[in-house]
């Protein structure tokens, strides 16, 4: 299941990503910093898709709100676990 | 306020096709597909009879082949893709996104345009019922990733989005869709500095 997050934030990922941060109350943002893209709400799979992140692509997440730290950590984690199994 | 970067990576061995992907990425900024050219009016159908999820993916992967993007095996593919993963395509309300991975089936990228004459259960907690079903196919990741991003800004915009579910024809939903390529494309231009 590794291979598909091989490819970036297609279809799958962008699902559980924006999944994974609608459990958290604080605003989540990100962008494509490869592209420059803008920001965008990283709940909203749509948003997450039209960032078309692929592989190699940087990018970047800020969080706000009364578990700001825990979901960045839980995110940042999500991605650099190859989305733990989640795919 | 807390910000991170990080970067989506993977390892060689995990892809063995990595290197395809990689000299593709090469190229990712230049201009994304027009949605238009991959489009094609064969494969937009509309008011289509579908029983259940099963039936409104094949429609979905009917139009992919009429209009010479797919063969018959990735309607097959979207299909066990949702047995196997679930309904996660249903990626906006009333929106499924029916996709596979890129294989020897994808002839070249396109889109398929399927709207359901009645709303399908997908068996989706929130987005549940579909009225329309998006085909999705690309031959390698890269071009997989940027056409899913030009699709998603497309239905991200609500009042297009109904303007386009409204549509009588094939026809309407293009016309509707090269309308809004026109204003994205003017909209680029007054950004620039």
Redesign the interface.
């Known amino acids: 299941m590794?291979?598909?997050?091989?490819?970036?934030?297609?279809?799958?990922p962008?699902?559980?990503f924006a999944g994974e941060a609608g459990r958290f109350a604080s605003q989540i943002r990100v962008r494509n910093?490869?592209?420059n893209s803008p920001w965008v709400d990283a709940k909203?799979?749509?948003?997450v898709?039209?960032?078309?992140?692929?592989?190699?692509?940087?990018?970047?997440?800020?969080?706000?709100g009364p578990d700001?730290?825990q979901?960045?950590a839980e995110?940042?984690r999500l991605?650099?676990t190859?989305f733990a199994g989640k795919l | 306020?807390?910000?991170?970067?990080?970067?989506?990576?993977?390892?060689a061995d995990?892809?063995p096709w990595?290197r395809e992907?990689?000299l593709t990425?090469a190229s990712?900024?230049q201009a994304?597909p027009h949605l238009s050219a991959l489009l094609p009016i064969a494969a937009i159908r509309l008011n289509v009879p579908a029983t259940d999820w099963r039936d409104a993916v094949r429609a979905s992967g009917d139009a992919l082949v009429a209009g010479g993007i797919t063969t018959p095996a990735y309607t097959d593919q979207m299909i066990a893709i949702i047995e196997q993963?679930g309904p996660?395509?249903v990626?906006?309300p009333g929106i499924a996104?029916a996709?596979a991975?890129p294989s020897d089936a994808v002839l070249r990228p396109g889109l398929s345009w399927v709207t359901l004459a009645q709303p399908a259960r997908f068996g989706h907690k929130d987005n549940d019922p579909v009225t329309l079903v998006v085909g999705?196919a690309a031959p390698d990741?890269?071009s997989?990733?940027?056409a899913?991003?030009t699709?998603?800004?497309l239905?991200?915009d609500r009042p297009r989005r109904e303007t386009l579910l409204r549509a009588k024809t094939p026809r309407d939903v293009l016309a509707a869709i090269v309308e809004y390529e026109r204003e994205y494309a003017a909209d680029a231009v007054k950004g620039m500095p």
């Not at chain 1, 592989?55 to 969080?63: N, V």
């Open positions: 590794k291979v598909m997050n091989a490819v970036g934030l297609h279809a799958r962008a699902a559980v910093a490869t592209r909203s799979i749509l948003s898709l039209t960032l078309g992140v692929e592989q190699h692509h940087e990018i970047e997440i800020t969080t706000d700001e730290e979901a960045a995110l940042q991605i650099s190859d | 306020m807390v910000e991170s970067f990080l970067h989506v990576d993977a390892r995990d892809a990595i992907v990689t990425s990712t900024e994304r993963l996660y395509i990626i906006a996104l996709h991975r999705l990741s890269s997989h990733v940027q899913l991003a699709l998603a800004g239905l991200e």
